[in-house]
């Protein structure tokens, strides 16, 4: 078992005592067989495995801060807090105002962080259907990205571990599809609010055709209601930064990694004289340092893992992208690729809440500065108590909009396959407002996501200057089949209410749906749901020698020699799932294809 996330995070600030530099005065040198661009959930797993062979030396450029033992990074249930906009951990970014969402501009938190978004995400742990990765083989013309392809490097990454309360697990999850000797730690929830699951429960055998039960979710075939599995180990966070980069990793020599280092461009473009599909190299990585610039040299690859704002931004910064946007800003294009930031997609969430006849929700802590202290002193002491896990809750379900639907009759049905969910919903024992100022009722509540959506988005720039934000719009409900698809999903989660179970335990909804129209509820829907922060798809795979598309299925920017994405930019559909998983398997796919070509 790994070591518990604080005692490797408290190893991160000594960092005489490692390879991971807070001033680049200390760094060892700028020349490096790979140049990684990013310390966040891919860059850390791919910089791992790279330096598994001594000989190969490896730079990570993290722009920044070191979370070291923060206790809002290491401790679950305080995740919603270190994943907001304006704290030190964020970039703050800001959306355009989205007009299918009734012109709102959402705060869109990027982590600002080694470890990246998995080390300040929600920790849910899902995989998505597998027609979401077969459908990634198809567009890609690569069987290698299909789900029987990638199933062993989910197994690779992961290490299946007790639930910090170490309660009997059987019959809910399938060991045969969880790996046990991988970096991260996933595991169930450790902190069971009995009452509330067990009215879930109930339900799926109150309303089995519509709700079954599912012992996993994680197995290729999501659908129904089953436990929810997160990146915890211990009742702790396990990051990129705990897990891929642990004390032994950062103790290779050949591995150096240098904090608030920010990249601004790729720069020295020159004739690559190697491939002819590829004539272009580009020579080093630009990046800032407390004012000053510098440049990274590698002399194999750069490596793009920047994430899906990062990542295309600092293309079109280097003058790789659309040449319409490019040159009106004066950046010399170095390779046109007008798909560079383009057919984003993003996952809206938004959902109904209840108070309920129980204390035995999460309202009963934050109404109480004593329940909250003595939870965290249990938290401290043994890793027990409601503080192990994150706020979502235990379990989830995944749904598809029924066969009958007027949003299928309308318009064509986005999901991956027959098999592959409309819906995720969480049943949390809260309010949808836990976060707020208060006063706090005891309420719960059921959050919808529509992870197959038909919008799409985009990120691109409007400034020549490389640290000048970028323009990210999400395109939520900009298809009017999301819109119509979410309506039906709140529907949905009223029939999961109406089971008889939940009779005398649930109040009524703070917003009726059942005497609103379906275009009422379609209108409600575009003022009252918000980013899910699991978006992708701005440097998307296609075929090797297709004239769209950022990368090829090998990853590799097209027409740029030694350059390559890996992370979850270069999926060209959200799966309908969270995507801290799938941007581990796009690191452990990456560094087998890395390895192959150097043979390493």
Known sequence: MLAPALTVLSLFSAVGLCNLYEDVADLPGFQYDFVIIGGGTAGNALASRLTENPNVAVLVLEAGLNPGSDPNVAVPFLSGGVSANATIYSWNYTTIPQAGADGIAYPFSRAFMLG??????????????????????????DSGWSWNSVLPYFKKAEQWTAPSDNHNTAGQYTPSVHGTSGPIQVSLA?????????????????????????????SGKPLGIGYMQSTIGNGARSSSATGYLNSTVLARSNLHVLLHAQVSKLVNPVASRVVPSEPTAFGGVQFRFDGTLYVANATKEIILSAGPIGTPSILMHSGVGDSAVLKPLGIPVVRDLPSVGKN????????????????????ALYSSTSVMDSSMAQWTKSRTGPMVDAPPGPMLAWLRLPANSTTLQKYPDPSSGADAPHFEVLFQPSGLDIYGPGPYTP????????????????????????????????????NDFDASAFAEGLQLITKIASA??????????????????????????????????????????????????????????????????????????????????????????AADLIKSQWNL
Request: hydrophobic share 35%.
């Open 190 to 218: 450790g902190y069971t609010w009995s009452e509330f699951q067990g009215h879930v429960l109930q339900t799926t055998k109150e309303l089995p055709n519509e709700f079954p039960f599912n012992q996993d979710p994680n």
């Open 443 to 478: 309420t719960v509540s059921l959050t919808l996501g529509l992870v197959s959506p038909a919008s799409r988005g985009s990120v691109t720039i409007n400034s020549a200057d490389p640290f000048a934000a970028p323009v990210i719009d999400l395109g939520l409900f900009s």
């Open 344 to 363: 984003s997609s993003e996952h809206p969430y938004g959902g109904l809440q209840w108070p309920v006849t129980s204390n035995q929700t999460i309202e």
């Open 116 to 141: 990246g978004c998995s080390a300040h995400n929600g920790l849910a742990y899902t995989r998505g259907a597998d027609s979401d990765w077969d459908r990634y083989a198809t567009i890609s013309g």
């Open 500 to 589: 008889p179970n939940w009779k005398g335990y649930l109040g009524a909804p703070v917003l009726d749906i059942s005497t609103m129209s379906l275009d009422d509820i379609i209108a409600h829907v575009r003022g009252a749901s918000g980013p899910g922060y699991h978006f992708v798809g701005t440097a998307g795979m296609s075929p090797r020698g297709a004239q769209y598309g950022a990368v090829d299925p090998d990853l590799k920017v097209k027409g740029i020699y030694g350059l390559r994405v890996v992370d979850v930019s270069v999926l060209p559909v959200v799966p309908a799932a969270h995507t801290q998983a799938a941007a581990y398997v796009v690191a452990e796919r």
